[in-house]
């Protein structure tokens, strides 16, 4: 079976093979401090060995719970801010079809974000969304008073009251909470929600594989136990004491050595736009977690090929102060390929017949030789296909890579 890769060979230029792979030793101390937890930050390590921890059971009540939503839900409306929410809605966006938004006759529930801004306009056009709709809500805060959620939770909950009674409204809302305290334990267990336990050691960017990121995802109808497998698979890869065989060891060692070279911005691109808010939640990660002391690799993205056309520019000419990490689809889910035209109006016959999957890839590679020769070092992050197993490999490929880095 095929597995997520890292390629380097965009990066030989630039780098001292010697120094690389001197990293290897200090890497493997890294990775020991992570996973028997004696580093800094040690009480926030929940999440090293979580997708071997999960047990059936709770995959069980994740996937009986949000059965039991989206039997009364056209529209669940989920709660959070920063990994309350980004992890989940990065999921979702990549293994949703672009246009299910727009379909209104869909086998799920349309999976909706509140709670992550304070904008009026925007809750008030959720709600007025919602009007005639029969929504259920997922609140997500380990406290229950940070400001944004806890707004959007109080219009929601008052909403969904009124609409549909208090009894029937306890229903229809299910907390993700501290396990003992907090003023969303306090509500849930005056008002009997069902509720899911945020463990007080994982933070908030490192809970997707948790019921955090878990609950929206299977309620949007995705396989968890397949992201469960696959983030289950890369954290056994992950600990392969090897930089041949480990393509976290990778990926970590020459994020660093590129640091050290001046190379402080790192730009993590896609292809496919399936990928956007995965680096959302990738930039929340990496920046939170490494901006610290004056200190840190600034994570910034672009969506290609529509960035070549506005920044693709800067990328090519701009400061030389960044390095490109581009996440490259081996298979699409579909197939289309150009048409032959009579006429040749635009000369693209030359392409005819052609899956538009080929242009693209052409673009990548001309792209990415393009960077480099503009002083641009290129990491590529492969994966085979879209899918709930290759984006658990992936998710828990940045996790761990972070933590050691």
Known sequence: MKHLQVDLKNTSSFIDLEKFNNYENRVIENNEQVTKKTGKGNDFLGWVELPGHISQ????????????????????????????????????????????????????????????????????????????????????????????????????????EARFGKEEASKRIVAITDKSKGALRDLTDQENYKSFVIDDDIGGRYSVLTPVGLLPIACAGFDINAIIEGSKSMMHIADKNSFKENPVYKYAAIRHLLYTKGKTTEILANYNPRLNFIAEWWKQLYGESEGKENKGIFPASVSFTADLHSLGQYIQEGLRNIFETVISIEKTRYDLTIPQDEDNFDKLNYLAGKPIDYVNKMAELGTTLAHVDGNVPNIKIILPEISEFYIGELIYFFEKTCAIS
């Not at 995959?59 to 959070?80: M, Y």
């Open 57 to 160: 059971d709770q995959i069980t009540e994740i996937n009986s719970t949000a059965k039991s939503l989206r039997e009364i839900s056209e529209v669940i409306v989920v709660i959070g801010i920063g990994g309350s929410y980004l992890g989940a809605k990065a999921v979702i966006e990549t293994l949703s079809g672009q246009f299910d938004y727009l379909k209104s006759e869909i086998e799920n529930p349309h999976i909706l974000f509140a709670g992550q801004n304070l904008s009026e306009d925007y809750h008030y056009e959720l709600l007025d969304f919602l009007r005639e709709k029969k929504y259920s809500v997922v609140a997500i805060s380990k406290s229950g008073t940070t400001t944004e959620p806890a707004i959007a939770f109080r219009i929601f909950r008052q909403n969904l």
